[in-house]
């Protein structure tokens, strides 16, 4: 996954544990693990620190209030081989 926001919707992966972003403050960050309800909260600073040493990853997923689907094998790769995208998006990276 190239780009995300921290906003609700943000499924991420961090050691072995699946957590659903659900708040945040001026500088914490609270998740919350969809089955149990438990919360996490992580400074931001923590946040981007794990993200860099890939202790937290970005799962691609689908979240609503009703329903979270990902897929769990997509937590390993965080890159797309530029021959997966549309052609258009293909030519616009060719282009830059």
């Not at 926001?5 to 072995?16: A, D, Y």
């Not at 544990?17 to 992580?42: D, H, M, N, V």
């Amino acid at each position: 996954m190239g780009s995300f926001f921290l906003q609700q919707g943000l499924v991420i992966s961090r050691v072995g544990q699946t957590l659903e972003f659900a708040a945040r403050t001026e500088k914490e960050l609270y998740f919350e693990e969809p089955e149990s309800g438990q919360r996490l909260t992580l400074t931001e600073n923590a946040f981007w620190f794990e993200f860099q040493t890939q202790r937290i990853k970005i799962v691609d997923a689908f979240s609503s209030p009703k329903l979270l689907a990902f897929n769990p094998e997509s937590t390993e790769t965080q890159f797309r081989n530029l021959a997966d995208l549309p052609q258009k998006f293909q030519d616009d990276v060719e282009r830059k």
